[in-house]
C-alpha cells in the first residue's frame, strides 16, 4: 500500500530499498525539537542504561537531558569550550562522561544537577568519542588531529591506564568490546584498525585512498556480543566483518553517501545506520534484507542509538532534532530442518568463510527442531589441558637457554587459545621486561592467527544457543562454561550473562 507523510513541510516520497519492493519510509514517533538550546548540529547522543534518559550534545557547547516518557529536555548545562563530539554513561546512570572539540579534558557530569565532577586529565587535544566497558570499571577515550591517540581509564580513581598510538589523523569513530578484549577504530587517516585492547596492540588494519584528508572511515560498532564490526566510509560504504577472521560475512553496501552513524541493536539483530540522504536503514543483520526505513531529518543524520531493551531508536543530526523511532520487531522464516539439513548447517559452522557460516547460524537459530540437542551432541566440549603443563611452558619463557626458550614459545602457540588466557594472565604480572616483550610476541602471534576450524565452529555455535535460549541451549552453554580455561568458556560465560540480563531489561507488553 502506497502511503505519504507529511513532515515538517517535507513530503517523503516513496524508495525501494535493498532487495524488498517499494518499502514505504517510516516516520518519527516523536520529533524533539532542540532549536531553543542549540545553534546548530547534534553530533552526540546515549541512551541512559536504566533507559529513562537521552543525552545529546553538539555544536551549542551544551549537554542536555531529555526525559524519554515525556520527551521533554528536563536539563541542559554548559559541557565544552567548543562543540561536545560524545556523551556515555556510567553503568548506574547517575553520571555522563563527555568528550569536546578542543577540550583536553574527558569531562565528568552529575546528571541529576549538572555539576561537574573529578574530571579525566591526559590527552592533549580534543577528544573525539568516549566509550564505556568493563561493567562500567574503564572509559576508553579517542583523540584528535592534535592527539590521534587512545587512552584506558579507571573510572574509580581516574588512572590513565594505557595508551595506543598508531594513527596519524583525527579518530572519528571508535568502538570497545564490553570485555575490553578488542577496539575497533576509524580515522580520517583513511584506517580502520583492530586492537588487542587488554594489551594495547595493534593486531589488524585495512587502509582505502584518501584524497586531501578525505575519504576515511567514519562510524563502526561491534555487535553487543564482539563478534561483528561494522564500518561505515566517507564514500558511502558500509562492510560487515566477523571480528575472529577480519573477514566479510555480509555482501558491502555501497550508499549514495557518507555513512556517519552506525549501532547495533542490543540483541544483535538490527544494525542501523544514516547516509547522507537523511534515512536511517534497518538491516537485518542475520538475513542481509533492509527491514525499515526510516525517515523525518530535514539535515544530515551524525548520530543513532538504540534504546536498552532495543525497541526504541533515537536519532540526531544537522536539524538540531532527536527523533524518535519505533523498532519493528525482526521477522523470523521458521521451519523444522531435516536431519540431513540440519547437519550440513552445524557442517557449515566450521567454514573458513563466515559468509558460509552465516547462513548455518541462521538455519540453526530459525529450525523449529531439536538444533540444540544436534549441537550438543556434535561439539562435546574439548578436554581440558591441565593448567600446569601451559604454565610450565610459560615458566621456560625464562629459561637461560635460548633453544629451551624458543621450544616453549612454539609449544603455547601450538595450544591456541587453549593457552591465550593464561599467557594474558602471565603477561599482566611479568615484572621483567624480557619477560612481557617475550609474552608479547606469542600473544601478537595468536592475536593475529585465524583460528583453527574447531575454534570457530564452537564459538558461531554459541551464537546458535544464545539466539536459542530454550534449556537445552542453556544448559549446553553452562557446561562449555566450566569446560577449561579458553576463549570459549569465556564466550560461553558471556552468553549467559547477556541472556540474564536481557530477561531483567525486558519489557512486559
Known sequence: MTRSWLIGGLISVLVSVGTRAETPPWTPAAVISLAEHESGRIYAIAYSPDGKTLAVGGTGKNLHLIDVESRRVVRSFPAHPDAVWSVAWSKDSRQL????????????????????????????????????????????????????????????????????????????????????????????????????????????????????????????????????????????????????????????????????????????????????????????????????????????????????????????????????WEVPRSKEDRRILSDEERQQAIDRLFAENPGT????????????????????????PRAALSPSIIQQAIERLASARFAEREQAAEELLRQGDAAEIQLRQAWAAAAEAEQRRRLDRILNQLSRKAPSPESLGQRRAIAVLEARADTVAIETLRTWATADRSWLSIEAREALERLTSSQRNSVKP
Open 357 to 380: 557460516a552465516r547462513h548455518g547460524i541462521n538455519d540453526l537459530s530459525n529450525d523449529l527442531g531439536p538444533a540444540s540437542e544436534a549441537i550438543a551432541a556434535r561439539i562435546p
Open 97 to 324: 562522561y563527555s568528550g569536546g572539540r578542543a577540550d583536553p579534558i574527558l569531562r565528568v557530569w552529575e546528571a541529576a544537577t549538572g555539576a561537574e565532577l573529578t574530571s579525566f586529565v591526559g590527552h592533549r587535544g580534543g577528544i573525539t568519542v568516549v566509550r564505556v566497558f568493563d561493567a562500567g570499571r574503564k572509559l576508553l577515550s579517542a583523540g584528535g588531529s592534535w592527539d590521534p591517540s587512545l587512552r584506558v581509564w579507571s573510572v574509580a580513581d581516574r588512572r590513565l591506564l594505557r595508551s595506543m598510538a598508531g594513527h596519524t589523523d583525527l579518530i572519528d569513530a571508535m568502538d570497545v568490546t564490553e570485555n575490553g578484549r578488542w577496539v575497533l577504530t576509524g580515522s580520517r587517516d583513511g584506517t580502520l584498525r583492530l586492537w588487542d585492547g587488554q594489551r594495547g596492540h595493534e593486531i589488524w588494519n585495512h587502509r582505502v585512498e584518501t584524497q586531501g584528508g578525505h575519504g576515511g572511515y567514519l562510524s563502526v560498532a561491534f555487535s553487543p556480543d564482539g563478534r561483528l564490526f561494522a564500518a561505515g566510509l566517507e564514500d558511502g560504504g558500509l562492510i560487515v566483518r566477523e571480528t575472529m577472521t577480519r573477514r566479510r560475512c555480509l555482501p558491502a553496501k555501497e550508499r549514495g553517501g557518507e555513512t556517519r552513524a552506525l549501532a547495533f541493536a542490543p540483541d544483535g539483530r538490527w544494525l542501523a545506520f544514516a547516509d547522507s540522504t537523511r534515512r536511517i536503514h534497518l538491516w537485518d543483520v542475520r538475513t542481509g534484507q533492509i527491514g525499515a526505513v526510516f525517515q523525518g531529518h530535514r539535515g544530515d543524520v551524525f548520530a543513532v542509538a538504540f534504546s536498552p531493551e532495543g525497541r526504541q531508536l533515537a536519532s540526531a543530526g544537522a536539524d538540531a532534532c532527536v527523533c524518535l
